[in-house]
């Protein structure tokens, strides 16, 4: 027998179906023009479409360092400030940068801000975000490509030239204390395999090192800028050598672990210590340990680089031309300059 319908309950039925078919030419013409977001969440209309929009691929949250370059980064670019970010958390993993990247591309973004995890493998990906017209700012890590013209300018700090300081404070450090001529036992904990910083700063130590015959250094290993992977990496420096005598850590949070590490192993760190402690970003809680002696000294890795891409984007925006590259100030930190007032101003 055949179901009659009334005509009430049919007119429900085309209404939906109308609605429904509205919902769906929304949604690829959205797409389409770039209104929407499918980064790590459900798409979403983008607000405020009137605002500079900035897709931004952070390469992860590995530290505190990376914590506050993010915050520095999102305080810039706010509404507030003209800004409509898209913003992606890569996860330690270029593959998810690369998607974030072509993301923004397909989302007709005005600007792309990335920090790469790695230096290699984006000749690619650059090229698409070139063809489509949207200029591209490197933040923090450099990238190696061929075609320099790939991406607009860099912003961040000179890795190899905080290598180098450290290579220079250890130089002096050596001869306060009547060693410059002594065999001295080095161990370097590497950061992230492949990334600017963790090059930079291997090469600008070793291009002081490498004027010192009697600096031996007994290992380097990975410790992918993690307190975790610092204190894994120290424990097996401890089991193979018993005569190290000073560590290069290539960030706070790995000497975090380091100094744990040793710790436990029953030696002593700092100053007036058994291990010299060098180490770099110099965020608050490891500059607490350069003012108690603990760290001996901190070669600063300035995360504050939001107002730098901010003012960039000001240049690009009025039609100015811009540098290829432009590096934060820094400093080295050592207990005779962590005073009082510097911790309260300390903003990381």
């Given at each position: 027998m055949?179901?009659?319908m009334?005509?009430?309950?049919?007119?429900?039925?085309i209404?939906?179906?109308?609605?429904?078919?509205?919902?769906?030419?929304?949604?690829?013409?959205?797409?389409?023009?770039?209104?929407?977001?499918?980064?790590?969440?459900?798409?979403?209309?983008?607000?405020?479409?009137?605002?500079?929009?900035?897709?931004?691929?952070?390469?992860?949250?590995?530290?505190?360092?990376?914590?506050a370059?993010?915050?520095?980064?999102?305080?810039?670019?706010?509404?507030?400030?003209?800004?409509?970010?898209?913003?992606?958390?890569?996860?330690?993993?270029?593959?998810?940068?690369?998607?974030?990247?072509?993301?923004?591309?397909?989302?007709?973004?005005?600007?792309?801000?990335?920090?790469?995890?790695?230096?290699?493998?984006?000749?690619?990906?650059?090229?698409?975000?070139?063809?489509?017209?949207?200029?591209?700012?490197?933040?923090?890590?450099?990238?190696?490509?061929?075609?320099?013209?790939?991406?607009?300018?860099?912003?961040?700090?000179?890795?190899?030239?905080?290598?180098?300081?450290?290579?220079?404070?250890?130089?002096?450090?050596?001869?306060?204390?009547?060693?410059?001529?002594?065999?001295?036992?080095?161990?370097?904990?590497?950061?992230?395999?492949?990334?600017?910083?963790?090059?930079?700063?291997?090469?600008?130590?070793?291009?002081?090192?490498?004027?010192h015959?009697?600096?031996?250094?007994?290992?380097?290993?990975?410790?992918?800028?993690?307190?975790?992977?610092?204190?894994?990496?120290?424990?097996?420096?401890?089991?193979?050598?018993?005569?190290?005598?000073?560590?290069?850590?290539?960030?706070?949070d790995?000497?975090?672990?380091?100094?744990?590490?040793i710790?436990?192993?029953?030696?002593?760190?700092?100053?007036?210590?058994?291990?010299?402690?060098?180490?770099?970003?110099?965020?608050?809680?490891?500059?607490?340990?350069?003012?108690?002696?603990?760290?001996?000294?901190?070669?600063?890795?300035?995360?504050?680089?939001?107002?730098?891409?901010?003012?960039?984007?000001?240049?690009?925006?009025?039609?100015?031309?811009?540098?290829?590259?432009?590096?934060i100030?820094?400093?080295?930190?050592?207990?005779?300059?962590?005073?009082?007032?510097?911790?309260?101003?300390?903003?990381?």
């Open positions: 055949a179901i009659s009334k005509p009430s309950a049919y007119i429900n039925k209404v939906m179906a109308l609605m429904l078919a509205v919902l769906l030419l929304i949604a690829l013409v959205g797409s389409r023009l770039g209104l929407f977001t499918d980064l790590d969440e459900e798409p979403h209309i983008r607000e405020d479409a009137d605002k500079i929009v900035v897709g931004v691929s952070q390469l992860g949250s590995e530290s505190g360092w990376r914590s370059n993010t915050e520095s980064v999102q305080n810039a670019l706010s509404k507030q400030n003209g800004y409509f970010m898209i913003f992606s958390n890569a996860r330690q993993k270029q593959e998810n940068q690369i998607k974030a990247i072509r993301s923004f591309i397909a989302q007709r973004v005005d600007y792309i801000v990335f920090a790469p995890v790695v230096k290699s493998g984006w000749e690619t990906v650059l090229q698409e975000a070139k063809e489509a017209g949207i200029p591209v700012i490197i933040m923090d890590r450099g990238v190696d490509v061929a075609d320099k013209n790939l991406y607009t300018t860099f912003v961040g700090t000179d890795s190899v030239e905080e290598g180098r300081r450290a290579g220079v404070w250890l130089e002096e450090h050596l001869k306060k204390q009547g060693k410059a001529d002594e065999r001295i036992n080095i161990v370097i904990l590497k950061g992230t395999e492949g990334s600017s910083a963790q090059i930079g700063r291997t090469t600008g130590f070793a291009m002081v090192s490498g004027k015959n009697n600096w031996n250094i007994l290992g380097q290993k990975y410790g992918d800028f993690t307190i975790y992977k610092g204190k894994e990496v120290m424990q097996d420096f401890l089991e193979m050598y018993d005569d190290i005598d000073v560590v290069i850590s290539q960030n706070d790995m000497t975090f672990g380091a100094i744990e590490a710790r436990e192993s029953g030696r002593t760190v700092g100053i007036d210590g058994d291990i010299t402690i060098i180490s770099f970003d110099a965020v608050y809680e490891a500059l607490e340990m350069v003012a108690e002696g603990i760290i001996n000294v901190d070669i600063e890795c300035n995360p504050n680089q939001g107002e730098y891409i901010s003012e960039i984007i000001s240049l690009l925006e009025s039609g100015q031309e811009v540098e290829k590259r432009y590096y100030e820094e400093d080295v930190f050592t207990i005779e300059n962590v005073t009082e007032e510097l911790l309260e101003k300390r903003t990381y």
